[in-house]
């Protein structure tokens, strides 16, 4: 089992330009989640997803959009970017037993 | 809202124990994780405790106290590879299995 897995690993972006992060899980979790994580600081909830076809908001949502088309796979969308949004993103999904599994880090840097 | 409390620092020495300690406040609780992350790598799930009491997982043992809203991670025959940073979680009743991280306590090992 691969896990939770992350596309891209490192990325440079031009303020206002998009992308799309790619995480898939193997281990067929209903829950998924996109977090972001600046220096110093803690995980902050940016989008849940409570199973296939359905998307919530966390803690920091704006600037951001989700998919769960297939129960596998979470996609985070960045429309325009922004300085702020400069960081690094960790998918998670999560199973019964309270422990949520992490991908290994996507790094964005917006210039 | 939801917040936590844990030291931003803490240093011990090879073979030593050590306490992490956090507090939290939050407007629904459903329980307190641990996450262990390495410079540059994903968080790893340490421990989670949803009642009252002691955890034990090997060298590493989680408490809380649910009417103080307060818990501690304690590491046992401290390792050079157990330095790393360390992060408290409240999991809030949404039902998704949110998680709310503290800020992180970074652990240095020294001989």
């Known amino acids: 089992n691969a896990g939770v897995t992350q596309t891209p690993k490192f990325r440079v972006l031009k303020t206002g330009q998009s992308m799309t992060l790619l995480c898939a899980q193997d281990?067929?979790?209903?829950?998924m989640y996109w977090y972001r994580q600046d220096p110093g600081m803690g995980l902050r909830l940016i989008h849940y997803?409570?199973?296939?076809?359905?998307?919530a908001k966390g803690e920091v949502p704006d600037g951001y959009n989700v998919s769960r088309l297939k129960k596998q796979n979470f996609l985070l969308g960045l429309e325009s970017a922004a300085p702020s949004q400069t960081s690094v993103y960790f998918c998670?999904?999560?199973?019964?037993?309270?422990?949520?599994?992490f991908g290994p880090g996507t790094r964005l840097t917006v210039t | 809202g939801q917040s936590l409390e844990q030291p931003s620092e803490v240093t011990a020495v090879e073979g030593a124990i050590v306490q992490i300690n956090c507090t939290y406040q939050?407007?629904?609780?459903?329980?307190l994780s641990w996450y262990q992350q390495h410079d540059g790598g994903a968080p790893t799930f340490l421990s989670y405790?949803?009642?009252?009491g002691l955890e034990e997982t090997g060298r590493f043992s989680s408490f809380l106290s649910r009417s103080d809203s307060y818990g501690y991670l304690l590491l046992q025959e401290l390792q050079m590879k157990d330095s790393a940073s360390y992060f408290c979680?409240?999991?809030?009743?949404?039902?998704?299995?949110?998680?709310?991280f503290g800020t992180g306590t970074r652990l240095t090992v020294i001989p």
């Open positions: 998670a999904s999560y199973n019964a037993g309270g422990e949520q599994y």
């Open positions: 281990m067929n979790h209903e829950y």
């Open positions: 997803s409570v199973g296939e076809g359905t998307t």
């Open positions: 939050t407007s629904g609780f459903y329980g």
């Open positions: 405790n949803g009642l009252d």
């Open positions: 979680a409240v999991r809030g009743r949404t039902g998704a299995n949110n998680l709310f």
